[in-house]
């Protein structure tokens, strides 16, 4: 926890280095506050075949899932972090994105849990 999933079209991959892409990400959460650093989670997953509307245009969306308990504030800032900074290190990439979802303490569970 938490848990950040990168998917993007395969030529994002050749535009910039997937560890650079991830640390971007990661350093962005990390600066929120919210989240302890070793906790945060990233992946990335590129797409060779995909549609954005009706053509292959580049694309870059974030799937965020977080514990529940931050403010709206607080996930509207992550999410705004996350995409000036990706809209910076891509400025040719039209369809830059993210949703941030929840999941609920109660039925989370994990290795060390048990």
């Known amino acids: 926890m938490p848990h950040f999933v990168i998917h993007c079209s395969d030529h994002i991959l050749s535009l910039k280095d997937e560890e650079e892409i991830l640390r ?7 600066a929120t506050g919210l989240f ?5 989670k990233v992946r990335i997953q590129s797409f060779k075949d995909f549609m954005v509307g009706n053509t292959k245009s580049d694309f870059i969306h974030v ?3 977080i514990m529940e308990g931050r403010t709206i504030e607080q996930k509207a800032g992550l999410s705004k972090g996350i995409i000036t900074n ?3 290190a891509f400025k040719a990439v039209p369809v830059i994105s993210i949703n941030i979802s929840e999941f609920e303490k109660a039925t989370y569970c ?3 849990m048990i």
């Open 63 to 65: 799937f965020g899932n």
């Open 110 to 112: 994990n290795r060390d």
């Open 36 to 40: 302890k650093k070793g906790d945060i």
């Open 86 to 88: 990706l809209k910076f």
């Open 24 to 30: 971007l990400v990661h350093d962005t959460d990390d």
